[in-house]
């Protein structure tokens, strides 16, 4: 099978993109520009330069695919509907001009008609109901939180949280989804589904970085901001990524996970990674990508 991605560079988009081509697809990444994609992938996939406003460009980078997976972020309303809405729209049009034969997405537990309230869930929502109505075969991914994302809660040397961070999620990593992942791609019987992905075990942000700390960062206390301090950091640096991460953590606060994972564990398999074991590899993975200078200092002078 032939899986183009769109966003593969992303986040959430390389473990799916890696786990695909190591089982054996073909793998074309969707990018506004190749040449710094290739630096961040490497080799082994095929490549395909398109934006989201370019159906042309996008029908060509589908062409001769047999399935679009969708990765798409925003961080302001406007972001949210223009890439995660009309991009996901685009996205169908040209798959279906294409002859895609299957189209997958990742969007998140809470999205619902509930909670459409808040910008990105509105985005998400309605970029699952194009896919829901286009005609072509789907699946749908509904994740919790990543464990991947903690790293971004510490900026600056300081640990943050907007807000008491105090409802429990299911933090989810982000090997256990790619292989959940292509268990679905491989499964007949998942498609036209939504599934809800989970961690194994639920823990609350203000825990959750608190491990992560522990490993990664130990000297480092964590704090806590009010909401609103998102906006005015927001204002000073112009990253619009804190105010978005300040309404996410408000949001979340309120609304907490949601979803029922038993059928994803029947048809794709349970995830497994607890999140202090997540923080072990990573350290270990940490470690043996500094140089031991003892090491290289032996060598020199034996040299």
Known sequence: MHVAIVGGTGLLGQPVAYALLNAGYKVTIVTRNAAKAVEVMGNGFEY????????????????????????????????????????????????????????SIITGTTVCEENKEFYEIKAKLAAENIIKGCGIPYVIFCPSWFMESLPNFIKNGRANIFGPGSVPIHWLAADDYAKQFLHAYATPEVRNKRLFLHGPTAISLQSALTTYVKFMEPNLDIEHSPYWLGTLLTWLTGEKSIRHVAKLCRYYQGVGDLGNTLETNR????????LEDWCMQRLKDQSARIPNNNENSTNKKTA
Do not use: W
């Open 267 to 274: 048809l794709v398999g349970a995830s497994k990674i607890e």
């Open 48 to 103: 395909a330069e398109a934006t989201l406003d370019n159906m042309t460009s996008l029908q060509q980078a589908f062409h001769s695919v047999d399935a679009v997976h969708i990765n798409l972020a925003g961080y302001t309303p406007t972001q949210c509907d223009q890439i995660i809405h009309q991009g996901t729209a685009n996205i169908v049009g040209a798959a279906q001009n294409a002859g895609v034969q299957l189209i």
